[in-house]
T-cell receptor, first 113, second 112 residues
Framework: EAQVTQNPRYLITVTGKKLTVTCSQNMNHEYMSWYRQDPGLGLRQIYY???????DKGDVPEGYKVSRKEKRNFPLILESPSPNQTSLYFC????????????FGPGTRLTVL | GENVEQHPSTLSVQEGDSAVIKCTYS??????FPWYKQELGKRPQLIIDIRSNVGEKKDQRIAVTLNKTAKHFSLHITETQPEDSAVYFCAASMGSGDKLTFGTGTRLAVRP
């Protein structure tokens, strides 16, 4: 089954404790990206990747890191989480030229205390 | 950077009526406009998209129109059904698979 997976689905952590949210797709897609969703603000792009070892900042990259060492994986790293990073995070992939997000993962709800 | 405005923020229609959601964008270089549907507690789903070389695209009960000169695009849903109830997001991209900017969403309620 073609899919985008994320782990963990739910996470409660404390300020400053490094964490990684994994994202994986099994569709051999070139494009992958990360978004955060906050009430009233919609979806905002954090980082995107057009291929292995090619990543760039979206609209809200501050406080986040990414890496794309393999085509199927695109982890999101929070080196020192803060309460304002409490949000719902979505990973997405796309095999459609020109579109960053064709299929979304199930989401990760992160709470930073 | 790109800015996408979406209206209305909420929309309530009677089952069987049409619904229209409008978006405007600021960057004339944007040339790819996808629409997503997000049901309560679920992930967003791509429902239709349009490129700037096309003025209108239709897929069964949904259609999207684009006016490049005015920099606005719209989603039209005809013969609405209760299962159309969801939040709809428009987005704009420069079509190279990179930055994707979303509108703030429209919550559509279809009354049976």
């Amino acid at each position: 089954e073609a899919q985008v997976t994320q782990n963990p689905r739910y996470l409660i952590t404390v300020t400053g404790k490094k964490l990684t949210v994994t994202c994986s797709q099994n569709m051999n897609h070139e494009y992958m990206s990360w978004y955060r969703q906050d009430p009233g603000l919609g979806l905002r792009q954090i980082y995107y990747s057009m291929n292995v070892e090619v990543t760039d900042k979206g609209d809200v990259p501050e406080g986040y890191k990414v890496s794309r060492k393999e085509k199927r994986n695109f982890p999101l790293i929070l080196e020192s989480p803060s309460p304002n990073q409490t949000s719902l995070y979505f990973c997405a992939s796309s095999g459609r030229p020109g579109l960053a997000a064709q299929y979304f993962g199930p989401g990760t709800r992160l709470t930073v205390l | 950077g790109e800015n996408v405005e979406q209206h209305p923020s909420t929309l309530s229609v009677q089952e069987g009526d049409s619904a229209v959601i409008k978006c405007t964008y600021s960057d004339s270089a944007s040339n790819y406009f996808p629409w997503y549907k997000q049901e309560l507690g679920k992930r967003p789903q791509l429902i239709i998209d349009i490129r700037s070389n096309v003025g209108e695209k239709k897929d069964q009960r949904i259609a999207v129109t684009l006016n490049k000169t005015a920099k606005h695009f719209s989603l039209h849903i005809t013969e609405t059904q209760p299962e159309d109830s969801a939040v709809y997001f428009c987005a704009a991209s420069m079509g190279s698979g990179d930055k994707l900017t979303f509108g703030t969403g429209t919550r559509l309620a279809v009354r049976p």
